[in-house]
């Protein structure tokens, strides 16, 4: 597949992409203490602003809150390095000469953008909050709302990837 302008950016961006989520995991460990058990995946899934009021006040007496920022931070970059190397990883695919693998890169095109659009959502609602030191029952629900989509598209990006990968491979040694 030499020639597609989409190539590199995939390889380079989608596993940087799963490396940055790991970090982001990592830097949101701490915040999952007693008062806010679920740490960030809590704040996230609140729905109300008096729920963030309460995550957020445990996690500044226990001197989280600026972790509680650099994680949603690192999460922005995260979803910006992984949506953008799906994006291409589909864009990639579709310029296969398999149908199926052009339908599939499709999907992970839309898949893609829907993750994006979501998380960045979900994580900017989370920001403002965090930012504004007090929740909002309008941000906390749209966070709760958009998060089970993005979760959706998330799955569909990292298997749809592995999966378009393992049937481009079978189709190619059975051709």
């Known amino acids: 597949m030499t020639g597609n302008p989409y190539t590199a950016r995939f390889r380079i961006l989608w596993p940087l992409g799963l490396v940055l989520f790991g970090i982001v995991i990592w830097m949101g460990l701490p915040l999952d203490i007693e ?11 609140a729905g109300s602003g008096h729920a963030i009021d309460l995550i957020q006040r445990a996690w500044s007496e226990a001197g989280l809150y600026e972790r509680a920022r650099y994680a949603m931070y690192g999460d922005i970059l995260f979803i910006t390095v992984y949506g953008l190397g799906s994006w291409y990883g589909g864009l990639h695919y579709m310029q296969d000469a398999a149908p199926k693998i052009r339908r599939m ?6 898949a893609a953008a829907v993750f994006m659009l979501t998380d960045y959502t979900e994580t900017f609602s989370q920001i403002i909050q965090l930012t504004q030191q007090r929740g909002s029952d309008t941000l906390a629900s749209i966070a709760a709302t958009v998060r089970p989509v993005k979760v959706a ?7 749809g990837v592995i999966a378009t990968f393992v049937v481009r491979r079978i189709s190619a040694r059975t051709a």
Do not use: E, M, S
Not at 35 to 45: E, N, R, S
């Open 153 to 159: 598209a998330w799955l569909v990006t990292f298997f």
């Open 105 to 110: 890169g499709g999907l992970l095109v839309a």
């Open 35 to 45: 008062g806010v058990p679920g740490g960030i995946l809590a704040h996230q899934a």
